[in-house]
């Protein structure tokens, strides 16, 4: 925490708006100060549990890696990319799937991340209040004024989410509505979820995102196409 405090900001806040692993960093300690858990607690409580997800966790715990068939063997391998190759804090090594990073350390299963999915087209189903979601899922730029008008009509985001951009076809494609929010991850993954069509799509790979998620977007304009 000590040394994401020390990066220099990209601009004032207020003045634009990017996704940085470091933001959620931040969010995953002001949660725990709040709350006098660890962000990993915090989420077992408030919302793994209450939801009944079994395989589902914000970094794997000691017991993950115990007994003949540890719950740690059912993690895919992710295709390192070179950078990777040869250090012990890759995304395949017990370092990582351990930290429990709040911007990318979620361990779950396609259904149960489904199920996260399905809680925020029911209003938050009684696990975060429907004020929560609607807060979450609307465009937090249109308030600010300093934020450089392309980006506030082009690329809005909620709280966490990124709703979908209509003009830039990365990750969720070119097939969704202006209603679709979501969020992607850097070892090939996405969830999107379309409230006009009351649908949620989960894509986990193996094969780490190319720079402007062309593949995904395929993939997800695929999957879109499908729905009748």
């Not at 549990?49 to 993950?64: H, K, Q, V």
């Not at 979501?182 to 070892?187: E, K, R, S």
């Not at 894509?203 to 695929?222: D, F, K, V, Y």
């Amino acid at each position: 925490m000590a040394g994401t405090c020390r990066v220099e900001p990209d601009f004032q806040p207020g003045r634009g708006v990017q996704y940085q692993s470091m933001g959620f960093a931040i969010l995953g300690e002001v949660i725990a100060r709040v709350s006098g858990q660890g962000c990993a607690d915090w989420l077992n409580s408030q919302v793994i549990g209450p939801l009944g997800l079994e395989s589902t966790r914000l970094g794997a715990s000691d017991d993950w890696f115990d007994g003949e068939r540890p719950m740690v063997d059912r993690i895919a391998e992710i295709r390192t990319p070179p950078e990777q190759e040869g250090v012990d804090w890759n995304w395949n090594q017990r370092y990582w799937r351990q930290l429990g990073a709040p911007w990318g350390g979620l361990l779950t299963t396609p259904r149960e991340l489904a199920v996260i999915g399905r809680m925020m087209l029911e209003g938050g189903r009684g696990v975060i209040s429907p004020a929560s979601v609607a807060a979450a899922t609307c465009n937090q730029l249109s308030a600010m004024a300093d934020v450089p008008e392309a980006d506030r009509r082009c690329k809005p985001w909620g709280l966490g989410w990124r709703l979908n951009w209509p003009a830039t076809s990365a990750n969720f494609g070119d097939l969704l509505g202006p209603a679709t929010y979501g969020h992607w991850g850097a070892t090939g993954t996405l969830m999107w979820i379309d409230p006009d069509r009351d649908t949620v799509c989960v894509i986990l790979t193996t094969e780490p995102q190319e720079p402007h998620g062309r593949q995904i977007a395929q993939l997800s304009n695929a999957i879109s196409a499908s729905l009748v």
